[in-house]
């Protein structure tokens, strides 16, 4: 039974997520929909706890950016999902050693906005979760195993975002953001041994179409 477990949960969130982008694409047709795109630098870290001992790994700087899809459900408030490319990782040491993790993730956070006009443009304030699949990593340049054993990390992470920023009249928009890694992604993870992304970052975006 548990290995049927371990089996069908990646098969599980694999379709989940392929469902979503489905659902990305095809809202591209809704009426008022304004697609974007974003990018700009992500400061990442992630939480370790090895035999119950928790340390915090040292910052890196990453990448994030790809696409956003405003679908306006009320005045001033919109849901908006996206699918990014987002680097994760940090640096810390281990047994003396220094230790750089790097990880490439394809992100779709889904985001309830509030969108209320100020000055010549729109403030904005979103909140909401994301869905993450690795796409690989390293350990100082050796690649990462993953999978549900010692030694290896989970593929899917699930985790929380928030953002602010502002968005002038002609589309183009600039903000702030932070991701909370909420899985433990140790392979034989438990409550006292665990693995935690945690990022954030600045955003410089275009929606096609402007104001």
């Known amino acids: 039974m548990k290995t049927t477990l371990l089996t069908t949960k ?4 694999k379709k989940l997520m392929l469902s979503a982008i489905a659902i990305l694409l095809a809202s591209a047709s809704f009426a008022q929909a304004k697609w974007g795109v974003v990018a700009g630098p992500t400061f990442s870290s992630y939480t370790l706890k090895v035999l119950g001992s928790k340390s915090t790994s040292d910052i890196i700087t990453n990448f994030r950016g790809g696409v956003t899809l405003d679908l306006p459900i009320a005045d001033e408030f919109y ?7 987002t680097g994760k990782g940090g640096k810390g040491d281990f047994l003396t050693r220094d230790v750089k993790t790097n990880l490439h993730y ?3 956070p889904v985001n309830f906005m509030y969108k209320p006009e100020v000055g010549a443009g729109n403030l904005f304030i979103g909140i909401g979760p994301y869905l993450a699949y690795a796409l690989g990593g390293n350990v100082n340049g050796n690649s990462i195993d993953f999978g549900n054993q010692a030694g290896e990390l989970k593929r899917f992470d699930v985790g929380g975002n928030f953002q602010v920023g502002y968005e002038l ?3 183009i928009n ?16 438990d409550s006292d041994n665990s693995f935690r992304n945690t990022s954030f970052g600045v955003n410089i975006g275009y929606k096609f179409g402007g104001k």
Not at 10 to 13: A, E, G, Q, T
Request: hydrophobic share 45%; no cysteine; aromatic share 10%.
């Open 79 to 85: 849901v908006q999902p996206s699918l990014l490319y």
């Open 10 to 13: 990646p098969i599980l969130m």
């Open 169 to 171: 009249s002609n589309g």
């Open 174 to 189: 600039f903000g702030l953001y932070t991701d909370l890694g909420l899985v433990n992604l140790a392979g034989d993870g």
């Open 106 to 108: 394809l992100e779709l």
